[in-house]
């Protein structure tokens, strides 16, 4: 069984469009990702959900809005696509306690392509 | 800021040992983690360090420095499959992630 899987894999779309990025995980982890690979490949993190309350919000656009029905899923919908919103983006899971188990536990990427 | 650096890219033989460094600059500290990023997969979890000293992981080890906000990954025995980059990763004092942009280690026969 995956452990975080995140679907599409890949997720092509015009401008203008609302997509939705699902995710989810069965390792019984406290917190959940989401971050954004450009094509730099910097990691950037956009949410971060623990026990489904969003504790980190970097300057990303009100156009992304992460759902987290329960604690193994977290889902990303964004309205409005832009040129710039192409990237990999990837969803990502950790246990709370002490920096060992702060291991992050990525899934396989969605990819991203605005037209 | 927050910041982390390392190199962009590196080339080395198989068979032979290579060392990626990374300095970081984080607002606290608790700790550093190393990850390995094959061309379009996801980052899985190499290594990481919280104490100074040499973490050791079969062919890969980990060394940090907090007095000097310097890691080093050092693979020995290199095989063609270490072909991949390879991200540094520190833990800030509210526990998140500042990542760099990572080290393509490119790998020649």
């Known amino acids: 069984d995956t452990a975080v899987s995140q679907t599409p894999k890949y997720l092509v779309t015009q401008m203008g469009n609302d997509k939705s990025i699902k995710c989810e995980q069965n390792?019984?982890?406290?917190?959940m990702y989401w971050y954004k690979q450009d094509s730099k490949k910097f990691l950037k993190i956009m949410f971060s959900?623990?026990?489904?309350?969003?504790?980190i919000n970097e300057t990303v656009p009100n156009r992304f809005s992460p759902k987290s029905p329960d604690k193994a899923h977290l889902n990303l919908h964004i309205n409005s696509l832009e040129l710039g919103d192409s990237a990999v983006y990837f969803c990502?899971?950790?246990?709370?306690?002490?920096?060992?188990?702060?291991?992050?536990?990525f899934g396989a990427g969605t990819r991203l392509s605005v037209l | 800021g927050q910041n982390i650096d390392q190199p962009t890219e590196m080339t080395a033989t198989e068979g032979a040992i290579v060392q990626i460094n990374c300095t970081y600059q984080?607002?606290?500290?608790?700790?550093l983690f190393w990850y390995q990023q094959h061309a379009g997969e996801a980052p899985t979890f190499l290594s990481y360090?919280?104490l100074d000293g040499l973490e050791e992981k079969g062919r890969f080890s980990s060394f940090l420095s907090r007095s000097k906000g310097y890691s080093y990954l050092l693979l020995k025995e290199l095989q063609m499959k270490d072909s991949a980059s390879y991200l540094c990763a520190a833990m800030d004092s509210n526990y998140q992630l500042i990542w760099g942009a990572g080290t393509k280690l490119i790998i020649k026969p």
């Open positions: 360090n919280v």
């Open positions: 984080t607002s606290g500290f608790n700790g």
């Open positions: 390792l019984g982890h406290d917190t």
């Open positions: 990502a899971s950790s246990q709370d306690g002490d920096v060992a188990k702060n291991i992050q536990y």
């Open positions: 959900y623990n026990n489904k309350e969003l504790i």
